[in-house]
């Protein structure tokens, strides 16, 4: 099993920044990719940024709603992934999961196996 704990969500203002960490623990894996996803009140789970998990240099996919304001980075030895926001936006207000995949679909919910229980995000006007 893998556990996943999120931590870093608040309350901030639109065009503030905010940086969520995941840190992984339990079963390890060398390879895969880890994901974050967002899901808005009576909204279906969305898919954010993932980047892949291992050796070598992490290859990271954005959704085109956050390229340019939001990097995913992990830190391997701490077995932990960052999602750094910038530019935070109204539409940015969710609750933000991190998920593990071993395989399968790089941006489909149902690909990955191992969930957080989220950390909720909100941005003020």
């Known amino acids: 099993q893998v556990q996943l704990v999120e931590s870093g969500g608040g309350l901030v203002q639109a065009g503030d920044s905010l940086r969520l960490s995941c840190a992984a623990s339990?079963?390890?894996?060398?390879?895969?990719?880890m994901g974050w996803f967002r899901q808005a009140p009576g909204k279906e789970r969305k898919f954010v940024a993932t980047?892949?998990?291992?050796?070598?240099?992490?290859?990271?996919y954005y959704d085109d709603s956050v390229k340019g304001r939001f990097t995913i980075s992990r830190d391997n030895a701490k077995n932990t992934v960052y999602l750094q926001m910038n530019s935070l936006k109204l539409e940015d207000t969710a609750l933000y999961y991190c998920a593990f995949r071993t395989g399968g679909s790089t941006y489909a919910p149902n690909a990955y196996g191992y969930w957080g229980q989220g950390t909720q995000v909100t941005v003020s006007s």
């Open positions: 980047i892949t998990w291992g050796g070598g240099v992490g290859r990271t």
């Open positions: 339990g079963r390890t894996f060398s390879s895969g990719a």
